[in-house]
């Protein structure tokens, strides 16, 4: 994990991390910087939470998945 975004403590961040840009890497091949793409996808999905979890949106299953589906193409 690169040190600007490293976590502290053991809470299991590092392994999280770790298995989004293995992902990451899977999902979008193309990418160059795999820190950056797990970056990326890191962000839209906090930043999506953080919509529903100050009730700016509601929760919706299927509008989640439309707006992660518009990065990683519907990708299982």
Same mark, same amino acid.
């Given at each position: ?14 392994? @999280?991390?770790? *298995? ?7 999902? %979008?091949?193309?990418?160059k =910087?795999? /820190?950056? $793409?797990?970056?990326? @996808?890191?962000? *839209? ?7 529903? %979890?100050?009730?700016?949106? =509601?929760? /919706?299953? $299927? ?14």
């Open positions: 994990m690169p040190e600007r975004y490293r976590e502290q403590g053991s809470d299991g961040g590092e392994v @999280a991390y770790n *298995l989004l840009r293995a992902g990451v890497g899977e999902a %979008l091949p193309g990418v =910087d795999p /820190d950056i $793409a797990a970056l990326h @996808a890191w962000a *839209l999905v906090h930043g999506l939470a953080m919509l529903i %979890l100050d009730r700016r949106i =509601d929760w /919706d299953e $299927a509008m989640v998945e439309q707006v992660v589906g518009l990065t990683f193409g519907g990708v299982d």
